[in-house]
């Protein structure tokens, strides 16, 4: 049971960057600011990373996050391209 709530949580937090990620590139799309791109994209990838070290240590297998996060990925690229291109 405490496995189940663990992974719905990191579901959850998947869906939560993806969307982050989809702010930002919408953000991108209006206006042209190169200096809060690269301070966007440098903070999204710090917090990927501090997820990434907090899942590890909550236990999950190593295996799970890299699945969790490749779909993350892959979810925001395919989205970006549908909404914004």
């Known amino acids: 049971m405490k496995d189940k709530g663990l992974y719905t949580q990191l579901v959850i937090g998947t869906i939560g960057m993806v969307m982050i990620g989809l702010g930002i590139i919408r953000y991108f799309t209006l206006l042209y600011d190169s200096q809060g791109y690269a301070l966007s994209l440098i903070g999204y990838a710090f917090t990927n990373g501090y997820i990434f070290q907090l899942e590890r240590?909550?236990?999950?297998?190593?295996?799970?996050?890299?699945?969790?996060?490749?779909?993350?990925?892959?979810?925001?690229?395919?989205?970006?391209?549908?909404?914004?291109?």
Do not use: D, E
Request: proline share 0%; net charge positive; charged share 5%.
């Open 57 to 85: 240590k909550a236990g999950i297998n190593k295996n799970v996050i890299w699945i969790q996060s490749i779909a993350g990925l892959l979810t925001l690229i395919i989205l970006s391209f549908w909404l914004y291109i």
